[in-house]
């Protein structure tokens, strides 16, 4: 029972253009959700995050907007560039008192054609 | 220059055998977390710890092994009682407080002959 989805396994955009990058949620326990990028064979980076109490955090060109009562969250990055191509990981964690570790979605992965 | 590392990058095991994946971390950070991923998979959480000498099993515990007797190491041994070894290994840490964003080492792909 995947807890995190992201439904489009890739994604294709024009460079310059805006990527937007899906992901849904089951568990109403979620109130704190990051982005990660990944290339092939290393390990994730940290793009963005946002607390359920806020419904949009933006740093330079990543956007994370949520939307709390259809339990989605979209990722934008515009103008995409070249380099933003790699795989997207949407995640999310519960409050419990202590870092218990991230429920991850299977990722979309984004290439950005010239 | 803080960071975590994973050593090694590549590793191969044959069947039946226990191995050891490093994972070191000087961020300072107290919770440490072991992931695996699959082709078209996303992460998934094998153990974590939060402090010293403690440690949670996670959503695939089975087949692993951990410990954490210093903070900046978090080593996982893959036992042959895994079933699905061949996969690729991700260290992860971060701080409890504020912001729980997790910085992830840079992997081990392990395959089992």
């Known amino acids: 029972d995947q807890q995190v989805k992201q439904n489009s396994p890739s994604l294709s955009v024009q460079e310059g253009r805006i990527s937007i990058l899906n992901c849904d949620y089951t568990?109403?326990?979620?109130?704190?959700f990051l982005w990660y990028k990944k290339y092939p064979a290393e390990g994730p980076t940290f793009l963005i995050s946002i607390s359920s109490i806020k419904d949009k955090n933006e740093d330079g060109r990543f956007t994370v907007f949520l939307n709390k009562s259809a339990k989605h969250l979209s990722l934008h990055i515009v103008p995409s560039q070249p380099g933003d191509s790699a795989v997207y990981f949407c995640a999310a964690s519960a409050e419990r008192g202590g870092a218990d570790g991230l429920t991850f979605g299977k990722g979309t992965h984004l290439i950005i054609q010239p | 220059d803080g960071g975590i590392t994973q050593s090694p990058k590549y590793l191969f095991r044959k069947e039946g055998q226990n191995v050891t994946l490093s994972c070191e971390q000087n961020?300072?950070?107290?919770?440490m977390y072991w992931y695996r991923q699959d082709p078209g998979q996303g992460l998934r959480l094998i153990y974590y710890?939060?402090?010293?000498?403690?440690?949670q099993k996670g959503d695939i515990a089975e087949g692993y092994s951990v410990s954490r007797e210093k903070k900046e190491s978090f080593p996982l041994t893959v036992t042959s009682a895994q079933k699905n070894p061949t996969a690729f290994y991700l260290c992860?840490?971060?701080?409890?407080?504020?912001?729980?964003?997790?910085?992830f080492g840079p992997g081990t792909r392990l395959t089992v002959l």
């Open positions: 961020l300072n950070h107290d919770a």
């Open positions: 568990n109403s326990m979620f109130d704190y």
């Open positions: 992860a840490s971060s701080t409890l407080a504020g912001a729980r964003e997790q910085f």
């Open positions: 710890s939060q402090i010293v000498n403690d440690f």
